[in-house]
């Protein structure tokens, strides 16, 4: 059975295992975070700044008092010092530069909400978790605008992007090199969706983890220090917030394993949605042929639906939350402007003063409510890491450092009792032994289902046996990378697969160093050359999706064209001219002839005329092989299993 | 690669000239080049709204909702805001017809000259206890309404995902073999989002930022008609910035839309291909050419979203100008306590109050404007992922009923071919002028080279394509007479390439008929040879494949796909090649079984076995697309210099070939 989708439910404490090892994957970026995080503290000082013009413009410009610069907290001294004593209009003047300057640099000409602005570009996303994810992984910001903004900006977007290019290039590095059975059963879908979806989760957790804590608190604590510079020791400010800290904190705990439930249901939703969507595409031959469309608007529109009903779900967990929070949130907020009103009717402080206090209130309990919902806001994002990293932990083909190449071209490989059984159990090979040696054609032959793909896998890698061992020249196959024993060997598979890309580069995918000449060789040997000559650019003709521009036997063709580039000692056709016509197999049939001369043939097929030229046959069944020897030996063999193949295939012709 | 004309440029409502899909009919072949020109962004958007029809009910119910929260939240908020500005921070004496609405002794709250600070104390604390009580009535109103709308939304979504689907389905092969499933995914998952977004884009955001602006107008102009006119004349100069960028904008999102969805087809292509690409070592490569397509979309993505940021930094840039303007003018008249031209909202002269109000209303009228303008760049986004939408649903089907198309009732005595041409491409015939019969009751082989037209001749009949010139004719009636659904329930195919779906044995074999009963299964399964393998497998029928399956040979998917083939239990069959992988023990078995099946069908089999062949009633030879042959078996191997002679002389003699080879 596959792995994939068998991902346990996290715990809180996979939950925080998952977290910090995202921390430790954005462990080279160190530096960048750091710059990012000098620059939010930076983009946070306007917000300190920009109240100063406002003040000295109501107090000495409208007001027409005199500037006392000991009025002013220290750092401001000096520049209210330059500033004392100017008639009003000329400090006027001076604060309407002030204000320009601050303008063009930041982005902020006072502290209202229309009189400051943040460099950002979020786009519009649509309500299911794909459309939103593109913005988390494209995400820039800063708490500022204008020029600083702008740098900060564009300094985050870029780490942003650079942090998810690493892991979605990590991840698909890892899929790639997955075992050859996991691709079996694999859902390409819910790959596409992994490596583009659920990888910006970490970029979101990461900064999370590292941005929000220590600017909030950072923003917190200056708020604090501001609002106690205004106004004096005021501790009913700060303890309200600490107070909403505590409260979004308890009200959003219990919902912590609802949201990571949930969320993952989502994502799995959206996978799956995604799963159906490429199944239905790829598959559009068989169902418009079979006049299935309706079904499969059923299928993809209960995916899809589900997916929308999912996202929704995760929604409400936070409404949930949301309105937990909002009457004790509410109560606290309503104490503190009591608070206020009362200062203000006990005339201790102005209306405007109030607006200013209350603005500097909010952003600190907005800032604590962020704190406080960190962990819950968290959830969704070990969700998406954790589907990142189940991936990435699926164990790979990848080898020991230093496990040697196989270095010779080889000789002889010998399977000695190989067994092998599928991932769900089914016993596929039951001791087999088998040789090859250079310049020998040997068949596998026998009934469908019997194992000989299997057999053939085996030298390649593309699976060991459980039980037994492969050898080349006498040395365990397990001993030599898989890359050089793949170096090795041409392997033609049964469906052939294109790429899109042009018919020369999709032959020359067997060796990349291949000349034109040798490009154009391979063809003319695989029958191929022929036909590619009278495509509209010939061998460049860019092959569309799969290479849907050409029959099944002429990609057929361009699959064998591709293993004969490579130069090989190893040569393994899976049924390579079950879709040939019988001319073309003939020619195929002498170009097999001709390739032994340096290699070594394995072939798999059905036809007499392709198997009477090999040196000797092995007849497969029920993963074992009866029957090895020449096409005569076994054809001696009164009740052989093989002869009975023959006789069979050509009563049935004769 | 030119298209025949008659669907090289599919019809397109909108503009066919500047922004249809030039002369291949292909998709996202846009490049950086802008083909929505301002005005026609709107106009897109308009042609939109007809996503939004179907859920109009709920449209209305919607914002009937809201309409209703607030009218309820409207009088309350205005007379809290009163209350507790004017008369608890301000202590000025309520009037006598709110102090009698709210119950409230006149003598104490309105016939005094200020608020006695207990008074306005007390009035505080009921005024918030209202504000709490009405937020928690409120809110869950509120919030269920916004699910109400996500609701809504994420329908019109559906709707429009599933018609995008239904429209992939309609387009021919000759489509598909040309487009990347990876963008259909993209477009069906990130474009087509964009239409949740139109309700926000076309009516709230407008009208709100709109109406708050000219509210900011018209509250600023009591104070100061000239202070009116400067944030009247606001507009301009961000009209300005925005015709500048927001060509730009386009350019830039259909690049990063373009190139997501080539990320997202290497992805799909690779997966696809893993298997050639591990064997042949490949991997490095790939993951080359994967993070080059990585690197090209955050690159597109990066360009498009810095011009959208600096676009919103530069309207407000220009905002600021105005605020610091305003400000200074409004700090100005209230040092000089300069007159009102009106007397407004209780103020007659400028004052410090003034100044702090003034500034506020001014700065959220210049806001709200700046967002409409923001919400316009963002926008821009959203009509190319729309745009990218209507390319796909404006792609004319090449295959389509006619208006007064019939359901196929009976196949009558069979099919005629008459002169049928073909071509994929201009310059690439594939059929070029077929003519046969075949009727009920008989088996026809198609036999020829690869490339020879085979799977296209049996294609038409499917009306995957429809031939170029020629007809053909079903129970003597032309093909096109009859609907195109009602043909394909005709006819059952085994197709060469063997397409099984992730699910059950069982499942896959009625994908066509999902309510045959599992007796028809069974004994679709034995006629295809398929059941002794499937009562093999560890849950025999249930068995689940593919996606976290059990793995099958191809000889055994093949046989499934016969299966399925079987069970339409359709008047006519077609078998492409679907033995070409099972052994000859098994060919002949199903062989056997089919052609008792098959008596009172029309069978057409396409092959190269000479085992098959044998079999069937006529054999038609295909060579570049024309018929060379035709004919029994032995009449064809008669002809001492024909081509079947020729191309099965090896297989007609096997007793020698075997016996000779030493």
Redesign the interface.
């Known amino acids: 059975m596959s792995p994939v989708g068998q991902e346990k439910i996290l715990g809180n404490f996979e939950t925080l295992r998952v977290l910090g090892r995202a921390f430790r994957y954005a462990a080279p970026f160190r530096r960048r975070f750091a710059i990012k995080y000098l620059l939010s503290l930076g983009a946070l000082l306007p917000l300190f700044i920009t109240p100063w013009p406002v003040k000295i413009i109501v107090d000495h410009v409208i007001e027409a008092r005199p500037v006392l610069p000991a009025n002013y907290p220290a750092f401001l001294r000096p520049f209210t010092e330059a500033l004392s004593g100017l008639p009003p209009n000329e400090i006027l003047l001076w604060m309407i530069v002030l204000q320009a300057a601050l303008l063009v640099l930041v982005g902020a000409v006072g502290t209202g909400g229309g009189e400051r602005d943040r460099a950002e570009s979020h786009l519009a996303g649509g309500h299911d978790q794909a459309s939103r994810t593109e913005n988390e992984a494209n995400e820039g910001w800063s708490l500022a605008s204008g020029l600083f903004g702008l740098i900060d900006f564009r300094f985050t977007i870029q780490l942003t992007q650079a942090l998810n290019h690493h892991y979605r290039s990590r991840l698909f590095e890892r899929i790639q090199a997955l075992p050859m059975a996991v691709f079996d059963d694999e859902r390409i879908g819910d790959a596409v969706f992994r490596v583009m979806y659920d990888t910006p989760a970490i970029t979101h957790g990461v900064y999370r983890i590292i941005l929000t804590p220590f600017t909030g608190a950072a923003f917190a604590l200056a708020t604090v220090g501001v609002i106690f510079l205004l106004f004096g020791d005021q501790p009913i400010f700060w303890q309200a917030a600490l107070g909403m800290l505590a409260i979004s904190l308890v009200v959003s705990l219990p919902f912590t394993g609802i949201l990571r439930r949930r969320s993952r249901a989502s994502r799995e939703a959206g996978a799956s949605t995604t799963s159906s969507l490429e199944e239905g595409l790829s598959n559009i031959l068989a169902v418009q042929s079979l006049g299935a469309e309706d079904r499969e608007q059923d299928r993809f529109g209960n995916d899809s639906w589900s997916a929308f009903a999912n996202h929704r779900a995760v929604m409400v967990v936070g409404m949930g939350i949301f309105f937990f929070a909002l009457l004790p949130g509410m109560w606290l907020g309503t104490k503190v402007f009591l608070y206020g009103a009362d200062m203000v009717i006990a005339g201790a402080i102005s209306r405007g003063d109030f607006i200013l206090l209350f603005t500097y209130f909010l952003y600190l309990l907005f800032t604590c409510i962020d704190l406080g919902t960190l962990w819950i806001r968290l959830q969704e994002s070990a969700v998406g890491l954790h589907r990142v990293f189940f991936l990435m932990d699926l164990p790979t083909e990848e080898e020991a450092p230093g496990t040697p190449e196989l270095p010779q071209a080889v000789e002889r490989v010998e399977i000695r009792n190989a067994h092998y059984a599928y991932p769900d159990g089914t016993p596929a090979l039951r001791g087999v032994n088998l040789d090859l040696e250079r310049g020998e054609i040997v068949a596998l032959v026998g009934p469908a289902g019997a194992g000989k793909t299997t057999l053939a896998g085996l030298i390649p890698r593309f699976h060991d046996p459980d039980e037994g061992r492969v050898l080349f020249d006498g040395a365990d196959a397990r001993n030599f990378t898989r890359t050089s024993i793949r170096e090795q060997v041409a392997f033609v598979f049964q469906e052939t697969v294109l790429f899109d890309a042009s018919v020369e580069e999709n032959i020359r995918l067997g060796r990349p160093d291949a000349s034109d000449a040798d490009v154009r060789r391979a063809a003319v040997r695989a029958g191929a050359d022929e036909f590619i000559r009278e495509l509209p650019q010939a061998y460049r003709t860019r092959l569309g999706r799969g290479g849907g521009k050409l029959s099944v036997g002429q990609k057929q063709r361009i699959g064998i064209a591709r293993a004969l580039v490579r130069t090989s000692p190893i040569l393994i056709l899976d049924e390579p001219t079950s879709a040939l016509d019988p001319e073309t197999e003939r020619a195929l049939v002498e170009t097999m002839e001709e390739a032994r001369r340096e290699r070594s043939v394995l072939v798999i097929a059905h036809r007499l005329s392709t198997i009477r030229h090999a040196d000797r046959i092995a007849f497969v069944d029920e993963g074992q092989i009866l029957e090895i020897g020449s096409h005569a030996d076994l054809m001696a063999r009164p009740d052989g299993a093989y002869r009975r193949f023959v006789e069979l295939q050509t009563v049935g012709a004769a | 690669?030119a298209h025949p004309p008659q669907n090289a440029v599919p019809p397109r409502s909108l503009e066919p000239g500047s922004k249809g899909l030039g002369p291949l009919g292909h998709l996202g072949q846009g490049g950086a080049q802008d083909r929505l020109p301002f005005r026609l962004v709107l106009r897109l958007l308009g042609r939109c709204l007809q996503w939004l029809r179907p859920l109009r009910r709920h449209l209305i119910a919607l914002f009937a909702g809201f309409g209703l929260v607030a009218v309820m939240l409207f009088p309350i908020g205005l007379l809290l805001l009163d209350l507790?500005w004017t008369r608890?921070?301000?202590?000025e004496p309520l009037p006598l017809e709110q102090a009698q609405l709210l119950g409230l002794d006149p003598t104490i709250v309105t016939h005094v000259e200020l608020l006695a600070?207990t008074v306005?104390?007390d009035l505080?604390?009921s005024a918030?206890l209202v504000?709490?009580a009405a937020?928690?009535i409120v809110?869950?109103l509120v919030?269920g309404l916004?699910?109400y709308q996500?609701?809504i939304?994420?329908r019109v979504?559906?709707l429009l995902?599933?018609r995008l689907?239904?429209q992939?389905?309609?387009l021919s092969?000759r489509f598909?073999?040309?487009?990347?499933?990876?963008d259909?995914?993209y477009r069906?998952?990130?474009d087509?989002?964009?239409?949740?977004?139109l309700v926000e884009?076309l009516f709230l955001t407008p009208i709100s930022t709109l109406g708050r602006y000219i509210f900011g107008i018209l509250i600023v102009a009591t104070f100061d008609p000239m202070m009116a006119l400067l944030l009247g004349l606001l507009w301009p100069p961000l009209l300005v910035l925005g015709y500048w960028f927001s060509q730009r904008l386009r350019v830039g999102f259909r690049e990063a839309r373009e190139t997501?969805a080539a990320?997202?087809?290497r992805?799909?292509?690779?997966?696809?291909?893993?298997?050639?690409?591990?064997?042949?070592?490949?991997?490095r490569?790939?993951?080359d050419v994967?993070?080059d397509a990585?690197?090209t979309a955050?690159d597109a993505?990066?360009r498009s979203?810095?011009r959208?940021?600096?676009f919103?930094?530069s309207l407000?840039?220009v905002c600021?100008?105005w605020?610091?303007a305003s400000?200074?003018f409004a700090?100005?008249r209230?040092?000089e306590s300069a007159p009102l031209m009106l007397e407004a909202l209780g103020f007659s002269i400028w004052t410090?109050?003034l100044?702090?109000f003034f500034?506020?209303r001014f700065?959220?009228g210049?806001?709200q404007l700046?967002l409409l303008f923001k919400t316009w760049g963002?926008?821009q986004?959203?009509a190319i992922g729309l745009d990218r939408i209507f390319e796909l649903l404006d792609l004319e089907p090449e295959v389509q009923d006619e208006p007064d198309a019939v359901p196929l009732e009976s196949i009558g005595k069979g099919i005629v071919y008459r002169n049928v041409r073909f071509r994929?491409?201009a310059?690439?015939p594939a059929l070029e002028g077929v003519d046969f019969e075949a009727s009920v009751g008989t088996m026809t082989a198609i036999?020829?080279?690869?490339?020879s037209g085979?799977?296209t001749l049996m294609a038409l009949l499917?009306r995957?394509f429809d031939p170029d010139s020629g007809t053909i004719e079903i129970g003597g009636q032309d093909l096109r007479h009859f609907q195109t659904?009602s043909v394909?329930?005709a006819?059952?195919?085994a197709?060469?390439?063997n397409?099984l779906?992730?699910t059950t044995v069982r499942e896959n074999i009625r994908?066509?008929m999902?309510d045959a009963s599992d007796a028809a299964v069974r004994e679709a399964a034995r006629v295809a040879g398929a059941d002794e393998?499937i009562a093999k497998?560890?849950n025999g029928y249930d068995t689940m494949l593919?996606?976290?399956?059990?793995?099958?040979?191809?000889?055994?998917r093949?046989?499934l796909s016969i299966a399925?083939?079987i069970l339409?239990d359709t008047p006519i069959l077609i078998l492409d090649?679907p033995t070409?992988?099972?052994?000859?023990?098994?060919?002949?078995r199903v062989l056997r079984n089919l052609a008792e099946w098959g008596r009172g069908r029309l069978i057409f089999l396409i092959t190269?076995?000479?085992?098959s062949i044998?079999r069937a009633d006529t054999i038609l030879v295909l060579r570049d697309g024309q018929i060379v042959e035709r004919g029994t078996h032995e009449e064809l191997t008669d002809r001492a210099e024909g081509v079947y002679s020729?191309?099965?002389r090896?297989?007609?003699q096997?007793?020698h070939?075997?016996g000779a080879?030493?």
């Open positions: 690669m507790i608890v921070l301000q202590g600070p306005r104390r505080l604390e918030l504000v709490l937020t928690a809110t869950p919030l916004y699910y996500v609701w939304l994420q979504n559906q995902r599933v689907l239904d992939l389905q309609r092969m598909h073999s040309d487009h990347s499933i990876g259909a995914i069906m998952m990130q087509s989002a964009m239409v949740t977004q884009l997501n990320l997202t087809s992805i799909q292509e690779t997966l696809v291909g893993i298997k050639v690409i591990k064997a042949y070592g490949a991997e490569r790939w993951q994967f993070e990585s690197h955050f993505a990066y979203r810095s959208l940021a600096v919103t930094v407000f840039w600021g100008i605020l610091i400000g200074a700090a100005i209230s040092a410090l109050g100044y702090n500034k506020l700065s959220d210049a806001g700046r963002r926008t986004d959203v994929y491409q310059d690439r036999v020829g080279p690869t490339g085979k799977t499917l995957l659904a394909r329930d006819v059952a195919v197709l060469q390439e397409l779906f992730g994908y066509a999902p393998f497998l560890p593919g996606e976290r399956g059990t793995k099958l040979s191809t000889g055994q093949q046989r399925r083939a339409k090649e070409a992988s099972l052994d000859a023990e098994t060919e002949i190269h076995r000479l085992s044998r020729s191309l099965f090896h297989e007609s096997p007793g070939a075997v080879r030493p």
